[in-house]
């Protein structure tokens, strides 16, 4: 299957700073990546939709200016915490929606980052 | 708007026994149907998905799921169950049109016992 690969895996950082997290498909061009949240022992929930060349579309409740998302091109899309506080403390995982010439249309998800605000 | 419920939070089974995990859907069409697993700190594998034809879908690592539309739901199974098996499974649902995003049921945790 596709790869998607995610940087960093793991970051702790200090209130008020702000985080970058990378989202690579490595073999793939994606128009389309998702960002999704996860916190301890539940499921997936979609933050935004990254949208390569315009804007993410952000799901209800979910605060734009705190979740940055970028789509500069066919293979990255960057989600960044602005001002992280602890309750922002989770597991970020992205996915790249590969339709491609196989005639499938399937989401690969990344590996994860845990984000661990002090 | 589409949801995905997974009955069973917690699955316990013993090595070599059979498995199924449930997984029930609503959507007003035809939705695309997938189950992912994830272990431990990890993102999630695509083990299998469905689209459209036959309706007994073979993924990888001896999975395989059935699409029933009568009773909206597309339960896994494994006809013998590894130890490596244990791990977080989850069953998602997208529409057939739009940008497909994924919407995920609350997840199954399996363990595997000796």
Redesign the interface.
């Given at each position: 299957g596709a790869v998607v690969s995610q940087h960093p895996s793991r970051v702790i950082c200090k209130s008020g700073t702000s985080v970058k997290i990378e989202c690579r498909s490595l073999d793939f061009q994606a128009t389309t990546m998702f960002w999704y949240r996860q916190f301890p022992k539940k499921s997936l929930m979609l933050m935004a939709t990254s949208n390569e060349g315009s804007k993410a579309t952000y799901e209800q409740g979910v605060e734009k200016d705190k979740f940055l998302i970028n789509h500069a091109s066919l293979t990255l899309s960057t989600l960044t915490v602005t001002s992280a506080h602890p309750e922002d403390s989770s597991f970020y995982i992205c996915s790249a929606r590969d339709i491609g010439n196989r005639g499938t249309d399937t989401q690969y998800f990344g590996p994860g980052t845990r984000l661990t605000v002090l | 708007a589409q949801s995905v419920t997974q009955p069973d939070i917690h699955i316990t089974v013993s090595e070599g026994a059979s498995l199924e995990l449930r997984c029930n859907y609503s959507y007003g069409a035809t939705p695309?149907l997938?189950w992912?697993v994830q272990s431990p700190?990890?993102?999630?594998?695509?083990l299998l998905?469905y689209?459209s034809g036959d309706t007994l879908v073979q993924g990888i690592k001896g999975f395989e799921a059935e699409f029933k539309r009568s009773q909206s739901s597309f339960n896994l199974r494994k006809p013998s169950v590894h130890w490596s098996d244990a791990a977080e499974y989850?069953c998602a649902v997208?529409p057939d049109t739009g940008?497909?995003?994924?919407?995920?049921?609350?997840?199954t945790r399996l363990q595997v016992q000796p």
């Open positions: - | 695309y997938f992912y700190g990890q993102g999630l594998q695509l998905k689209f989850f997208a940008r497909r995003a994924l919407t995920f049921g609350s997840g």
